[in-house]
Every structure is written in structure tokens, then in C-alpha cells.
């Protein structure tokens, strides 16, 4: 008797590049501001004026950080007769658990990003309205494959 695999999971690791990215931002934002410190300025421009440089480093750094940190990692996965949506943040995690055998919401949904370019995002709503998407690709046919994938995952 050959025992069956649940289908893999499905997962959106995209927010890891924007974790990542600010993780060194505000690396390096720390790092200038101790030199700034350490040296007195950068003796560039005036005091006040590199003095405001920095401030508004470190305000597009944390109003950054709050923004691609709120993004979240996600993964569904099959467990018996569960389907399980894992959303996964740096500090924090949420799962919420739906029945496999019921299809899920879910839906390809086309979106444009600050250039103008489209992104199709496999989008599920959970029973409590909330949406989350769990494959995002500028490939259409790679977000209704997705899509195809949850449904078997669902089944």
C-alpha cells in the first residue's frame, strides 16, 4: 500500500526582499548616525541643515520599515482534512484554519504597482472577509496556476 503525499504547500515569500532591504536601510542608518556622532557632522553644510538630513533619513527609514514589515510571508498548507493559511511576520504569526473540503475563496486579481506595471496576485478571502494572497507573479498564467494548485490543495 503506497500512502499518498498532501500536495505541497503553496507559499508567498515576496515581503522577504522588503524585510531584507530595510533590514540594511536601517543598518547602515545606524551606522551613519554613529559616525555623524562620533565626528560631529559630516562637515559638508551646515550643522543644522545635516542635522535635518539625517532626521529625514531616519523618518523615510522607520515610516519604510513600518509599511514593508507589515507585509507579511504566507504559506497554506494541507493537514488531514485542514487547510492551514500561515501568515508570518518578523515579531509575530497568525494561522487561520479552514476545512479542506470546502472550496475556497479565492480568485486571481490583476493590480498595478508604482510603475505602472501589472501584477496578478492568487487572493483568498478568508471566512472572516479578511484577503490574503498567497502567490503574487507579473505572469498571469503563473497566478491562475496558483490558483489551480489551492484548489487541489483545498480538495
Known amino acids: 500500500v503506497t500512502a499518498t503525499r498532501p500536495p505541497a504547500p503553496l507559499t508567498n515569500r515576496s515581503a522577504l526582499a522588503g524585510w531584507v532591504f530595510m533590514a540594511i536601510w536601517i543598518g547602515m542608518l545606524v551606522v551613519f ?4 556622532v562620533r565626528e560631529g557632522g559630516f562637515h559638508q553644510f551646515s550643522r543644522e541643515i545635516e542635522i535635518a538630513i539625517m532626521v529625514l533619513f531616519w523618518l523615510g527609514g522607520v515610516a519604510g520599515a513600518v509599511h514593508v514589515f507589515a507585509q507579511p510571508l504566507v504559506r497554506v498548507a494541507r493537514d488531514g482534512d485542514t ?22 475563496q479565492a480568485r486571481v486579481a490583476a493590480e498595478r504597482d508604482s510603475d505602472g506595471d501589472t501584477y496578478y496576485a ?8 479578511q484577503m ?24
Open 83 to 104: 487547510l492551514i493559511v500561515t501568515e508570518r511576520w518578523p515579531l509575530s504569526s497568525r494561522r487561520h484554519r479552514l476545512s479542506a473540503g470546502t472550496a475556497p
Open 122 to 129: 492568487c487572493r483568498l478571502t478568508l471566512p472572516g472577509g
Open 33 to 36: 548616525t554613529r559616525l555623524f
Open 132 to 155: 490574503v494572497d498567497v502567490f503574487r507573479s507579473p505572469v498571469q498564467a503563473e497566478a491562475e496556476a496558483a490558483l489551480a494548485r489551492l484548489a487541489r490543495l483545498a480538495a
